[in-house]
């Protein structure tokens, strides 16, 4: 597909809205927005594999002086760097008498129970054994073949992404009261962006869409062709990024769900080319009321090839909050939604 020429780079990465629109004037997106869409791009995402592998969070946060955290799937886990830099996951309840791993101390990357002293190295010690985790230099990831119940895979699907000694990276965590599917569901309904988001994009046009191509592939050419159209198939969509006043980003982008969790968008023309934005849901487990609760993790990888970017490279300790900041005021509407879906289908009123 050819790009527009409005996303054509020009010398200035900004560029001017012409004709801006009034949030009330721009056209309609509820027609496009099929709910059948949605949820058959939902069920494709979920047929795929993932090995159990679940997001924990970002790289940079574990440190050398205690864990990282989460509790996965109502199993707490506990994730730091041994001696030699290796990444090591386990249990975060110490198997002596159950203390908390996470309150406790590292040292000389040995995580040591602050109950009784047990030091625990990253292998199997007094009842406490490893779990696999995996460090793909944004995001850490463990393996809990227990709670995933699949096949597992000798590392998780991670997505492919700009060189990250070019790039700049941001991680943004937030919590909400719903299930992984009800955070996928509201990224691959790319039409809402404008209309719920309109602080931060403008102009928005879904302009490819899967579902009417998967089953044209089917019929043409089978169930199995159609099988491998749908690893492939996505969203295509022309948006701005709004930046202040008529000052504008255009790009076109590509939201794709390389597995049950995750869903990517990439930008595939103009400012940014290849930069992606991954959404990760890691369900936690119910909250005291028996609710759901999931975590986001959306990891922004940025890349250009503008000179001036070199600049933004070394202003990335500035920029990282400035992102998360950003992500974080996207996803308090974005939970929002999501927590909705979750509450309607729990009591038998969703309408997709």
Not at 197 to 219: I, Q
Not at 223 to 229: C, E, F, K, L, V
Request: aromatic share 6%.
């Amino acid at each position: 597909m050819s790009p527009d020429r409005s996303l054509r780079r020009g010398r200035f990465p900004l560029s001017l809205r012409r004709r801006p629109v009034a949030w009330e004037r721009q056209r309609p997106t509820w027609r496009e927005a099929r709910p059948a869409v949605i949820a058959e791009a939902l069920k494709r995402a979920q047929a795929r594999p993932s090995g159990n592998w679940y997001v924990v969070g970002a790289s940079r946060d574990v440190r050398d002086d205690r864990p990282l955290a989460r509790t996965i799937a109502g199993q707490e886990i506990v994730v730091w760097r041994d001696a030699s830099g290796r990444l090591v996951a386990g249990p975060g309840i110490c198997p002596h008498l159950g203390a908390p791993l996470r309150d406790s101390p590292v040292r000389c990357g040995a995580l040591v129970c602050h109950w009784h002293g047990l030091a625990l190295r990253g292998g199997p010690f007094a009842g406490w054994d490893p779990l696999p985790a995996h460090d793909d230099g944004v995001l850490v990831w463990v393996r809990l073949d227990d709670v995933g119940g699949e096949p597992p895979l000798g590392a998780p699907v991670v997505p492919v992404r700009p060189a990250l000694a070019g790039a700049v990276s941001a991680v943004y965590v937030g919590v909400g009261t719903c299930e992984p599917e009800d955070v996928v569901a509201n990224r691959l309904d790319p039409w809402h962006g404008a209309w719920f988001h309109p602080y931060s994009f403008v102009d928005l046009t879904v302009v490819d869409a899967p579902g009417a191509k998967a089953r044209a592939t089917a019929e043409a050419f089978g169930t199995a062709a159609a099988h491998d159209s749908d690893r492939e198939d996505g969203f295509t969509v022309d948006v701005s990024f709004k930046l202040a006043g008529r000052l504008v980003v255009p790009v076109r982008a590509v939201f794709t769900a390389p597995e049950p969790r995750t869903v990517v968008m990439r930008i595939v023309e103009g400012e940014g080319r290849g930069s992606v934005v991954e959404t990760h849901a890691t369900p936690l487990g119910h909250d005291d009321r028996g609710r759901p609760r999931t975590a986001v993790v959306e990891a922004v990888v940025a890349a250009s090839d503008r000179p001036g970017f070199a600049v933004a490279r070394t202003l990335s300790p500035l920029l990282r909050p400035l992102v998360r900041a950003a992500a974080g005021r996207l996803w308090r509407d974005d939970l929002a939604y999501a927590e909705r879906r979750r509450h309607l289908r729990s009591t038998g009123r969703f309408p997709g």
